[in-house]
Nanobody, 121 residues
Framework: QLQLVESGGGLVQPGGSLRLSCAAS????????VAWFRQAPGKEREGASC????????HYADSVKGRFTISRDNAENTMYLQMNSLKPEDTAVYYC??????????????WGQGTQVTVSS
């Protein structure tokens, strides 16, 4: 079965950190671009970060730039999102996704089920 499974979400205070993980099974991430999306209550899903499968270039939304870091470990077939200096507006369900296309054409061939991140005091 081809799937992505996220973990690492939870409740954190403003200014805190979390690291999300996304493990792939049934396929290898090596050739894929991988990305993190998020959807806050009442808002559309937005892309947070992407790492290209072709050249390893990374891309960030302005809202997370300088605070979030996307990475991948092909040996572990896992991708990560390190989130620092978290703000209440980062509260959302976070989804990982993989696509054979580069980040600029990313649509998502595979999606995880989502993990809740809540930033609150």
């Amino acid at each position: 079965q081809l799937q992505l499974v996220e973990s690492g979400g939870g409740l954190v205070q403003p200014g805190g950190s979390l690291r999300l993980s996304c493990a792939a099974s049934g396929f290898t991430l090596d050739d894929y671009s991988v990305a993190w999306f998020r959807q806050a209550p009442g808002k559309e899903r937005e892309g947070a970060s992407c790492i290209s499968g072709s050249d390893g270039s990374t891309h960030y939304a302005d809202s997370v730039k300088g605070r979030f870091t996307i990475s991948r470990d092909n040996a572990e077939n896992t991708m990560y999102l390190q989130m620092n200096s978290l703000k209440p507006e980062d509260t959302a369900v976070y989804y990982c996704a993989a696509d054979l296309k580069r980040c600029g054409l990313f649509r998502g061939d595979y999606w995880g089920q989502g993990t809740q991140v809540t930033v609150s005091s």
